[in-house]
C-alpha cells in the first residue's frame, strides 16, 4: 500500500445524478472517491481514506470536485464518453494495474473478469481481478460497471445493480433483455 502522506487535504461535495446523490472526495492532486451516498460501504471508504492521506475529509470544493461535477453532468446529458479529471488512487500495485485496466474499457463496451485477469497475464488471477474491482472507490470515472460475469450477466456492483444496469444500456453496452437480471436478485 502507498504509505500515508501527512496532512493533506481533503475535500467533499454532493455531486448530484439521475442515479441518486454521490460523494465526492478529492485531494490536491486528483478524485480520490467518488461513490453514491448510499453505499453501504461508504463510511469504510471514507474511514480509509482518511487514514491513506491522514488528514479528516472536510466539506469544501477544488478544482477537481468542480471538474468531477461538469463531467459527470455531460457523461449522464450523453455529451461524454472519456473522463479526463485527474486521479489520486491509493491501493496496492496490483489494485492500481487493475483500475488502470478498468480505465482501458471502452465506452459502450464490457469486460469479464476472467478477460481482465488474461490482460494482466494470470488467468487464475481472477478472483484477485474482482476483488481489486470490488475495492474501486471512484464509481463510474475507473468504470468497474463495465465488467461483467463470463456468462454475461451482470454479476455484482457496489452501487447496485439497477444502478449498473442503467449505467450499461446507458453507455449502450447492452439491450434490456441481453441479460439474465432480475431486479430483487443478488448475485456475485
Not at 156 to 172: A, D, F, I, M, P
Amino acid at each position: 500500500m502507498n504509505a500515508p502522506s501527512h496532512h493533506e487535504r481533503l475535500v467533499s461535495a454532493c455531486v448530484l445524478t439521475p442515479l441518486g446523490p454521490m460523494l465526492a472526495v478529492a485531494s490536491h492532486a486528483g478524485l480520490t472517491l467518488l461513490e453514491f451516498d448510499d453505499r453501504r460501504a461508504l463510511p469504510t471508504e471514507r474511514r480509509e481514506t482518511e487514514r491513506q492521506f491522514g488528514s479528516a475529509i472536510e466539506p469544501g470544493t477544488n478544482e477537481h470536485l468542480e471538474r468531477t461535477r461538469s463531467e459527470l453532468g455531460e457523461y449522464f446529458a450523453g455529451k461524454r464518453h472519456e473522463f479526463t479529471v485527474p486521479l489520486d488512487l491509493r491501493g496496492t500495485a496490483f489494485q492500481r494495474r487493475v483500475w488502470h485496466l478498468l480505465q482501458s474499457i471502452e465506452f459502450g463496451q464490457t469486460r469479464s473478469y476472467v478477460d481482465l485477469a488474461r490482460r494482466l497475464g494470470d488467468e487464475n488471477a481472477t478472483r484477485a481481478v474482482g476483488g481489486a474491482n470490488g475495492k474501486n472507490r471512484v464509481a463510474i470515472i475507473v468504470p468497474c460497471h463495465r465488467v461483467i460475469a463470463a456468462d454475461r450477466t451482470l454479476g455484482g456492483y457496489g452501487g447496485g445493480l439497477e444502478r449498473k444496469q442503467w449505467l450499461l444500456e446507458h453507455e449502450g453496452a447492452i439491450a434490456p433483455a441481453a441479460l439474465l437480471f432480475e431486479t430483487g436478485s443478488k448475485r456475485a
